[in-house]
């Protein structure tokens, strides 16, 4: 039996969003159709060069960061290996760390205003709910300078404003 014959429906994920009646997940494939479908603001950059630092250092959050500390992996070793809350935050801190030590290289070369541009796109879209979340685990953050700063300049802009957990939450 083919696979597709088997799946039914799309498993709940989150993020989802439904365009024309149809379920899409993951944060990446919808950026991405975000970007293509309403072109401005820009998510990357013109340039081919940029376009492709700025999908790296987005690939890294979320594929190098993201997956180790997701809310279901801290889940999973909380309940199948019975892993302290000073152990979840050591899993945790070990791997952002680790995925921001790179971050910061890419962004200390930078000379623009933000990343990979003189506006925030994809890159600062997912750098800084991960900059949030560290803090949400007190993670000291002082050996990353430039990503802090970059985190700072979007906290100044009203579209980083309106996606922060709190502004989502519902009531």
């Not at 993951?26 to 991405?32: F, G, R, T, V």
Request: charged share 25%.
């Amino acid at each position: 039996m083919c696979w597709h014959k088997t799946v039914t429906a799309i498993a709940p994920r989150v993020p989802t969003v439904i365009v024309e009646g149809q379920t899409h997940t993951q944060s990446m494939a919808i950026l991405e159709w975000l970007d293509e479908a309403y072109p401005e603001p820009r998510f990357l950059p013109e340039h081919p060069h940029h376009r492709m630092q700025a999908r790296a250092f987005a690939d890294t959050v979320a594929c190098d960061i993201h997956p180790l500390n997701n809310s279901s992996v801290l889940e999973y070793l909380r309940e199948n290996f019975s892993a302290a809350p000073d152990t979840i935050k050591d899993w945790y801190g070990t791997w952002v760390s680790r995925g921001f030590e790179a971050l910061e290289v890419h962004a200390k070369a930078s000379k623009s205003a933000f990343l990979f541009g003189d506006a925030p796109g994809l890159a600062e879209i997912c750098l800084v709910p991960q900059i949030y979340n560290a803090r949400r685990f007190d993670l000291d953050l002082s050996a990353f300078p430039k990503l802090l700063e970059i985190d700072l300049k979007c906290q100044d802009i009203e579209a980083f404003q309106k996606a922060t957990p709190e502004a989502v939450k519902p009531d």
